[in-house]
C-alpha cells in the first residue's frame, strides 16, 4: 500500500470524524471542548488534502499550509482537552507566535538553506509539544473513574512523544551511503509513519466520543441525584447515601451523625415575599450550611424548606457544635434583596447513630427532635440520643 493511499484514508476518516462530532456537537452544544475538538479533525481533513495536492502546489506554500494546518489540529485539540477539564484556555497570541515562527523557519530551511532532515524535525515539533499537553491535561481523576480521559490522554501522549522521534528513526534508517536499501527503507518508514497518523486519528476519534458519553453520563446521573435548585442531594440520594454511611459505621468503630432542619416561618417568606424570593432564601441557606460543614459530610434537601446533614466520625459535642454554628450564623445574616433584608432562622435536631438504626430510624429521630426545637420556640438546636 503507498502512502498517498493511506493519506487518502486518512482523510477520508478524518472528514466523516468532523462530520460525526458536528452532529453530536450540534446536539449537545453544552458539552465542553466538543466544538473544539470539531475543529480539530476539520484542521487534521485539510491537512490530509494539502498532502495529496503537494505535488500540483508550490514548494514554499505546500509547506506553510501543512506546517500550520497541523499545528492548529493540535492547537485545537489541547484547548478542547483544557475546556473539557474546566481551565483556562491558553493565551491564543504567543501560540500563533509560535506556530508563525515555526512554520518562517520551515520555509527558511526549504528556500534559503534547504534542510529535508530539520524541516522534518520543525514538522512535528508544535504538534508534538501540543498532543503530549493534551495527554498531561486529561489524565486526572483517577483510571477508575473516569477511563475514557486515561485511554484518550495515553493515545495524545504516546503520539506526541512519536512525533518527536520521528526525525531520529528516519536518521536510523538512512546511513550514510545506505544506497537502495536505504531508500526503500525509507519509504516503507513513510507509510509507517501516516499508518501510525491514521491509527492515532481513528483513537483520538474515539476517546472524544468516549469522553462526549462520560459528559452526558454525569450530567445525567448530576440530574439525577441533585436538587435543582439548590445544588444538594435530593431525598433518594441523601437517604442512599446515608445507608452506605451507617454500614460503613458498622464495621469500624467510628461516630455518625444527623441533623434535621427546617426553616422557620418559611411559609410566611412565600406569601409575602413570592416564590422566586423564597427560592433565593433556600439557596442563601443551602451556601451557609456548606460553609459550616467538612468536605466528608454530606447535605440533602429532602423537600420544601426541609434538610438533612450527615457528619461521618462525628461525636456528640462536634454535632451540637456545628448545629450551634449553623443556627447562630443564619439567625445573624439575613437575606439581602430588592425590597430589603430578610431574617431567617432555622430549627435543628440533633441525634446520633446508635447500634441497630437504620437509616429511617436515624432520620426520624432527628426528624423529632427538630420538632422539639419547633415547639420550644424555633431557632434552636434540641439532640436526642445524642
Known sequence: MHSPTLVIVAGILAALVTTVLYAVWHFNKGIPGLRLWTLSFLSASVFCAILLVRDHTPEVLSVVL???????AAYLCLLASRAYMGRHPLPHGYVVM????????????????????????????????????????????????????????????????????????????????????????VALLSQFVVLEATLALVMMAFGTLMLTNEYITSELRHLAEMDPLTNVFNRRAFLTLLDKAIS??????????????????????NDTWGHKTGDDVLRHFVRLATGCLRK??????????????????????????????????????????????IGLTVSIGATQYLPGDSSDALLQRADEAMYLAKEHGRNRVEARAL
Open 296 to 341: 466528608e459530610d454530606v447535605m440533602g434537601r429532602l423537600g420544601g424548606e426541609e434538610f438533612a446533614i450527615f457528619l461521618p466520625n462525628a461525636g456528640s459535642e462536634g454535632t451540637r457544635a456545628v448545629a450551634e454554628r449553623l443556627r447562630a450564623m443564619v439567625a445573624s445574616q439575613p437575606v439581602l434583596t430588592e425590597r430589603g433584608p
Open 248 to 269: 460503613s459505621t458498622r464495621r469500624t468503630p467510628s461516630g455518625l451523625s444527623v441533623l434535621a432542619m427546617d426553616l422557620d416561618h418559611f411559609k410566611k417568606v
Open 98 to 185: 509560535v506556530i508563525a515562527a515555526v512554520t518562517a523557519l520551515a520555509v527558511y530551511f526549504t528556500v534559503v538553506q534547504p534542510h529535508l532532515g530539520i524541516r522534518f524535525a520543525l514538522a512535528g515539533s508544535v504538534s508534538g509539544v501540543c498532543f503530549l499537553l493534551t495527554g498531561h491535561t486529561l489524565a486526572r481523576g483517577g483510571f477508575r473513574n473516569v477511563p475514557a480521559r486515561y485511554l484518550f490522554a495515553l493515545v495524545a501522549g504516546l503520539h506526541g512523544l512519536f512525533l518527536f522521534l520521528r526525525p531520529l528513526l528516519f536518521r536510523l534508517a538512512t546511513p550514510e551511503g545506505g544506497g537502495g536499501a536505504g531508500t526503500g527503507m
Open 66 to 72: 501543512t506546517q500550520a494546518s497541523i499545528s492548529v
